[in-house]
């Protein structure tokens, strides 16, 4: 089993940034794709972003429109962490971000995640 666990959610300002912070534990999931979904009140669960790992896709990133630009999805293998960085924080990022792990790739639908953390509150205010 992998356990990940969110950190560096909080309230801010419209135009702020934040940095939020995954930790894998129980095993490596350097092999793992690992990304980033989000989920705001009354809303569906929306991807956000993605990073595979080197035996997929080169290692190559994802992301949705919404977040392209502004976002920046990072991994450290050696900490077994994932990062998303969160520029230019919009009203409409208001969300429950949701940290998760694939043993073969994270796909934007989400639906065969084999790991997910807790989530981590993001308030963007006006």
């Known amino acids: 089993q992998v356990q990940l666990v969110e950190s560096g959610g909080g309230l801010v300002q419209a135009g702020d940034s934040l940095r939020l912070s995954c930790a894998a534990s129980g095993r490596t999931v350097s092999s793992y794709g690992l990304g ?3 989920q705001a009140p009354g809303k569906e669960r929306e991807f956000v972003a993605a990073k595979a790992s080197i035996t997929w896709s080169g290692g190559a990133t994802s ?3 919404s977040v392209k630009g502004r976002f920046t999805i990072s ?3 050696a900490k077994n962490t994932v990062y998303l960085q969160m520029n230019s924080l919009k009203p409409e990022d208001t969300a429950v971000y ?3 792990a694939d043993r073969t790739y994270v796909s934007r639908n989400g639906a065969t995640i084999d790991y997910w953390g807790q989530g981590t509150q993001v308030t963007v205010s006006s």
């Open 36 to 38: 980033w979904f989000r």
């Open 63 to 65: 992301y949705s429109d």
């Open 75 to 77: 991994r450290d293998n």
């Open 98 to 100: 949701y940290c998760a």
